[in-house]
């Protein structure tokens, strides 16, 4: 079996792979201090109340844009699992060259998600990750990734919001108001945030694809991609498990390469 870990800023997004089958994915949160024994304590409680058996983890790949989590997962995957895990960047990305300037500058999450949605659409695209941050990604119709924008996530902007405004308060974001137009405080805080974010949403696709001069696909995935989808304009799917099947499809390109 292949295990299969995103770090965010905010939460962990893990996942066990039989061949090309999610036999299971978690979402827990990113902590920067814990240890790799406090992590294994975690995983296999998640193993065991899934029925995953964590001696049955052949290999670990792993995108990561959190620095200090990385040697906690390295040695959590040597000490326990009896393998040093794969670390996904622009040079291990097979078969999608990276048109960025400085191709090391490409957050892993972003390469995996445009490798995967590249392999299941085979087309231009531009894929929404709406996460800590907010990331816009362009791959073009042969495959190449081509750059993109990075604002902050919707829920780092509510934050900000509470945190520099102090007749504001704290709201959560789990739905769109039904209406632009808010009638009390926290109603316009919610129509701000979330009408706006579409309003951001929509209004880079349209740039984007125009620089582009193609139609791309809008792929939309996240924490609050479902949420997003319901509002914007240019979403066209949703895929909540991209960045997992990316890591995957990454592995098998890089196996496929090794052995030829």
């Known amino acids: 079996m292949l295990l299969v870990i ?26 920067r201090d814990t240890t790799e024994d406090e992590f294994y304590v975690l995983a296999t409680g998640l193993f065991s109340g899934s029925m995953v058996n964590p001696k049955a983890i052949g290999q670990t790949i792993i995108s990561c844009v959190v620095p200090p989590v ?15 895990p ?57 495959g190449e990734y081509l750059g993109g924008a990075i604002c902050p996530g919707i829920m780092i902007s509510a934050e900000a919001l509470f945190m520099r405004a102090s007749k504001l ?21 919610k129509s701000g945030i979330i009408y706006g974010y579409a309003g951001l949403t ?18 939309a995935t996240g924490g609050l991609a479902v949420l997003m989808a319901d509002i914007c304009e240019t979403i066209q799917a949703v895929d909540s498990s991209l960045t997992l099947e990316g890591l995957r499809i990454i592995y098998e390109k890089m196996n496929t390469e090794a052995s030829r």
């Open 6 to 31: 995103d770090v965010g800023n905010t939460n962990i997004v893990m996942g066990v792979y039989e061949g090309k089958r999610l036999l299971k994915d978690w979402r827990i949160r990113t902590e």
């Open 202 to 219: 929509d209004g880079i696709v349209r740039r984007m694809s125009a620089e582009m001069g193609t139609t791309p696909k809008v792929v």
């Open 70 to 84: 990385v040697k906690i997962l390295d040695s959590f995957c040597q000490k326990y699992l009896g393998h040093a």
């Open 169 to 189: 308060p704290r709201v959560e974001i789990f739905r769109a108001p039904e209406a632009v137009i808010g009638k009390d405080t926290i109603g316009s805080i």
């Open 86 to 142: 794969i670390w996904v960047d622009a040079k291990s990305c097979a078969g999608m060259p990276i048109l960025y300037s400085n191709p090391a500058e490409v957050g892993a999450d972003r390469i995996v998600n445009a490798v995967a949605a590249y392999e299941k659409y085979k087309q231009s695209l531009i894929v929404i990750d709406f996460g800590t941050a907010t990331t816009f990604d362009a791959i073009s119709e042969k």
